[in-house]
Each structure stands twice: as structure tokens, then as C-alpha cells.
């Protein structure tokens, strides 16, 4: 979060007027400058809805927001600012990854029909153990910033009362099992054959052919068309990427939301001996966040194919330039030590989303002599995990 929401925060809780939500209303717009829309107060760093309870309670079952209201505002940081007749006021983080459910006017929510609204009682207190409070909503904003609209909305279709699970649990059968494990030696093999540097030259040729297009696109706020942008850039040919290029201005606005036929990786190339799945990744090593790294069914379903790899090739930016390229495999050490499981955050019928530790990706891209080290039963021990959800 950048400083001015910060500012806010600090504001609500130390100096705003209290136990009236008319006053604190008229005071924020005052010094935050806000577009007012129906119920929500927001700017272009973060928005705010304010409720009000008679009670001293820090819960309330308020009607907060719609779902749809809420998917313009997703991308930034969206708080739910509690004014209470006598105490303090609170705030909280309301974000589609923090909500639980979706309770009012929900029986046609589906992935293509956004309908329904949230409760003050849906918004999650506490996140992976992290609680919803101010001290901690960076870690908890960087985590949002690191999932899509799509696999928040799955989850909460799939958590909403009498909904229909929209995607089933993949069980593997026994040869499925078999080859999700052969995929650690599979990797092992691949890193150390000469199609390792051809998939790695390729990568970095296509990089450096829009290098100064990547840095530009390093400036977009947002995580997911900033990354989207540069996954596009690096994977179209030649007459589709001059077209990015030409229009690179008016392309944030274009880009779509979310893809639910979006599968694993950004960039499949076909070898001989293997079908290398490569996910592209942007880290800018100035600014705090989690990066997605994979749906963990869609994970499980590919390397249950007995030729399927999967690579990650990492762009590191810092203030001035690209500093580095890193192609890595999903089961290199230091990866597999700094993935965040969101078990607890899935539906009822999926194994959730995995993340990177931001931090981890930083130190991988600033190795002086990085090595694709996989470490046999750390890896087969992950897949254990994974399958055992």
C-alpha cells in the first residue's frame, strides 16, 4: 500500500470524528478529495464504505456492498471503515479475497452472473492466521494483490449457500498419481538437458526485443494487467507484440479481468523428450507482494501427464532496468520453501491457490550463481501435501 492509503488508516483510527458516520463521511472527503458513487468514497488509491452500529460490538451484520459494486474496486485497496455510537471506529479490509460468502439476493451467482451483496459478518477477521487489522494490511493487501477476480469469485460461488460447486477436486487415478511424482525426476532431467537453454535463450531473446515496452509496463500499479501485459508481450510473435507495442498506452483499460479458461503457464513449447509449461513472472523488487503462482488442481492435472514440465521464468526490475532473467523449476528448493498454501481459503471442492513469498522471489533474482537445486523428498513430500488436501 502507498503512502497516502496509509495515511487514511492511521487517520481513521487516531484522529477522524467518532460515533457519527455523517461527520467522518463529511471530514474524508474533505481531506481525501473522493468521487462519491452511490455508497462508496473512493479515489485513485483505494476506495471506502462506511457503515454505522448503534453498538459497541467491533461485529456488525450491516449490508455492506454488492459483488458487482465491489469487482470495480478490486484492485485497490477497499476498506470498510466501522462507526460505532460508543467507541472507536474500526477498519477493516473488504477485498473479494477477505470475504467469506456472499449473503443477500445470491441464488443466480455464477461465474458469468455477478449477483448478490456481502454482510459486515462476511467480512473474514482473521486471514491465515494473519488478523484484519491495520498493522498488517500490507502483508494482507500484497496477498490479495496476488490473486485474480476469478479465483476469488470461484471460491465464493462455491461458499455461497445453496450453490453448486463450480469446479470438482481433480483425484487422480493410480497411473495419474504415478506421473505426478515421476514429474520431480522429469524436472531433473530437463534442467540439465541441452532444451533447458534452448526454452531459456528463447525467453530472453523475446524479452530483450521489448525491454524498454517491459520497463514501461513495470509502471502499471496494478499487479495482475502489469503481469498480464508483460506475459503478452514476451509470448505473442512478432506481428502480434508490434501491436502491443503500438498501442501500449491504451492497453491497461483493454485487457480483461479475468480468464476462466486461463490453464497452466503462459508459454508451452513442445520438445522431443518433454511439453514444457513455462509461467511468466515479473518482480519488481521495490514493491511488497505475493505473486500467484498456480491453481493447484490445474498444477496436479498437468504434471499427472507423464511428458508435462513446469518452469517459471522470472523477470527481475528494480528502479532503472532489468537486472536479471532466472528460468526456474517449480520444484527448485528455495520456491517450494517459500510457497503459501490457501487451503483454508479454497471452496468446499478445490485444493485452493498456491503463492510466492515475495521476498523469496528477490534474494532467487539477486543469486549470483543460481542453480536449479530440487531436492528429491522435499519435492515428493509438496506433492503430498498437495494431493492430501
Known sequence: ???????????????????????????????????????????????????????????????VLSLSALEKYDKIP????????????????????????????????SMTNIKGSFNGSDIMREFSGCVNEPRNFDYLFAIHQGLEWEDNLMR?????????????????????????????NRAKKFIV????????????????????????????????????????????????????????????????????????????VEFKDADTYTDIKTKVIYLNSNPKAYNVDKFLKQMADSRSVFMFFFIGIDENDIFNTLLCSVYHHKLIQNTILQFHWAGRSTRGTAQFNGVAIDEILKMKNFENVINDSLAVDFLKKLLNR
Open 193 to 268: 538437458s541441452p532444451n533447458f537453454n534452448v526454452l531459456n535463450k528463447d525467453l530472453n531473446e523475446r524479452c530483450n526485443k521489448c525491454r524498454n515496452e517491459i520497463l514501461i509496463a513495470s509502471h502499471i500499479e496494478n499487479t495482475n494487467i502489469r503481469g498480464r501485459l508483460i506475459e503478452s508481450l514476451i509470448t505473442s510473435n512478432d506481428e502480434e507484440r508490434k501491436f502491443l507495442i503500438e498501442n501500449l498506452k491504451n492497453l491497461e483499460n483493454a485487457l480483461p479481468s479475468y480468464d476462466t479458461e486461463n490453464g497452466l503457464g503462459d508459454y508451452f
Open 156 to 184: 465464493l460461488v462455491d461458499a455461497t449457500s445453496n450453490i453448486k460447486p463450480v469446479s470438482q477436486k481433480f483425484i487422480p487415478s493410480l497411473y495419474e498419481e504415478k506421473y505426478i511424482y515421476e514429474s520431480v
Open 78 to 109: 477497499f476498506f470498510v471503515v466501522l462507526v460505532r455510537h460508543s467507541a472507536n471506529n474500526i477498519i477493516l479490509l473488504a477485498n473479494t479475497t477477505f470475504l467469506k460468502k456472499i449473503s443477500h439476493s445470491s441464488k443466480e451467482l
Open 1 to 63: 500500500m502507498n503512502n497516502i492509503c496509509k495515511d487514511f488508516v492511521k487517520y481513521i483510527v487516531e484522529d477522524a470524528p467518532r460515533y457519527n458516520k455523517s461527520h467522518v463521511e463529511e471530514e474524508a472527503l474533505r481531506r481525501y478529495n473522493f468521487i462519491r458513487d452511490r455508497k462508496v468514497y473512493h479515489n485513485q488509491y483505494f476506495a471506502v464504505r462506511f457503515s454505522y452500529s448503534k453498538s459497541s460490538s467491533d461485529s456488525f451484520s450491516n449490508t
